[in-house]
């Protein structure tokens, strides 16, 4: 396998990123870490892989070894996950090593994960590249071993569920169509995609799963967690509650796990600059714009209730606007780095998803949706371009949308059908 094979399967970055893989590996590193270190709370895809597909896996692990020609590998997960680092450790090859981390959080921010297994710090405003190591998802290198065009993706479909479960899912497929799978334990609820910390709140479930769904987590409306999604909804909003509330207490920064790596990251100030900022004069402070969006300092630090990371973004907006950078000083990590991480158990409480089933075994559902809504751009960079007519019939695997740029990635049928109707957004397909 190739770079150009990996291009024509469609596989990008599944943990969420969804970087085309191809770009990403057409570099030399010396070093690719596996991010196992599933980090948001309630989702078990990537460990219930391991366990059903470690041979897939660390296939696809020594394939993007050999394309970028790095010495070593490096398996990154957390040391609470016995059966998998076992069923790992007894398949690894010589030049493949299995770090096990911290049950914390962000464990799984690729920049937090190089240093928490290599001690490497990543500079602001710098790629993993540049210390020399390139980060992969579980599922990218499942992608990979298995050496198919991506048109499945497994998710976490958990929270106020009966039956908490990882399951494989058609591409295109609607989140309401995949809750029908699933008895709901709340008369009323909203889903959140991609994850509590790091996702989206999801009004409409007529959206479809994508090669970046990593999770469908069912929450009571009234759950304190929606609750805040609402309130911050929107930058408005952040920016009036920032100005009334914030005491400058500085806890969203002193627990920022980037700012605890060096970076030059500061909620604090980015709270600070909505209070005092002028529309025709934003104070903004370049070194926010390394914040991973974590979102620990609002679910998690902030004694106010208020939303520091939403105040960030915005920062990071205003930055790239005026075409800022960082120059500051080398970094290197704080010296309370190791007595400031938030652990899992503690995160999980302040979320109170307490209450949920923390389990989500992978199970076999059958899926045969009548109709798919592929969308064209499910990746970073360009939309793909269709290179199929409606009218068409067309197969599983048959790639209907070509990369439509130098980052941009393929998609493909993820089932047997008819192209039913091409826009600018989607690909819909009606099964045969």
């Known amino acids: 396998m190739n770079l150009e094979d990996i291009e024509r399967l469609g596989i990008i970055g599944a943990g969420g990123a969804g970087f085309p893989t191809h770009v990403k590996l ?27 597909h470690s041979d897939a896996i660390l296939k696809g692990l020594r394939t993007v070894m050999e394309i970028t020609g790095a010495h070593q590998g490096i398996i990154g997960i957390k040391e609470k996950h016995d059966r998998e680092i076992d069923l790992l450790k007894s398949q690894l090859s010589d030049n493949v090593r299995l770090i096990p981390v911290e049950d914390v959080y962000p464990a799984g ?42 048109i499945e993706k497994f998710i976490t479909v958990a929270g106020a569920v009966e039956n908490p479960a990882t399951i494989r899912v058609p591409v295109g497929t609607t989140f ?41 987590i069912v929450l009571p409306t009234d759950h304190y967690c929606v609750t805040v999604y609402r309130r911050f909804a929107t930058e408005h909003a952040t920016d009036i509650i920032a100005k009334a509330g914030c005491d400058q207490c500085n806890f969203c920064t002193e627990l920022c796990p980037r700012y605890l790596l060096g970076q030059p990251v500061r909620p604090e100030t980015a709270m600070r600059n909505r209070m005092f900022t002028r529309e025709d004069q934003p104070m903004v402070f370049a070194g926010n714009l390394s914040c991973c969006e974590c979102n620990l300092c609002t679910m998690y630090s902030c004694p106010e209730g208020l939303d520091p990371k939403g105040a960030t973004v915005i920062e990071k907006r205003l930055s790239r ?7 500051g000083r080398e970094i290197t990590a704080h010296p309370m780095y190791d007595y400031r991480k938030v652990p899992t158990s503690k995160l999980k409480q302040r979320l109170d998803i307490l209450k949920f089933r923390d389990e989500a075994p992978l199970t076999d559902m059958s899926f045969a949706p009548a ?34 740029g130098k980052i941009s990635s393929s998609v493909n049928a993820s089932i047997d059908g008819v ?14």
């Open 26 to 52: 057409n570099s030399r590193p010396d070093t690719i870490v596996v991010n196992a270190a599933e980090c948001e709370p309630l989702v078990h895809k990537d460990m219930e892989l391991i366990l059903h």
């Open 109 to 150: 921010d690729e920049i937090t994960l190089i240093y928490m297994t290599l001690k490497r710090i990543v500079g602001p405003g710098a790629l993993p590249i540049s210390v020399g190591c390139i980060v992969q998802n579980v599922e990218t290198l499942y992608n990979i071993g298995i050496n198919k065009p991506v």
């Open 419 to 432: 192209v039913r109707k091409i826009s600018n957004e989607e690909i819909q397909l009606q099964g045969m």
């Open 176 to 216: 309401a169509e995949v809750l029908s799978h699933f008895a709901t334990t709340t008369p009323s609820f909203v889903v959140r995609s991609g994850g509590l910390m790091m996702g989206v709140l999801e009004d409409d479930l007529n959206q479809v799963v994508s090669k970046r769904t990593g999770a469908l």
């Open 321 to 327: 606007e005026q075409h800022l950078q960082w120059t």
């Open 371 to 404: 109709t798919v809504r592929v969308p064209l751009d499910q990746h970073q960079g360009a939309p793909a371009v269709p290179v199929v007519r409606e009218g068409q019939r067309v197969q599983r695997h048959d790639m209907i949308g070509k990369p439509g």
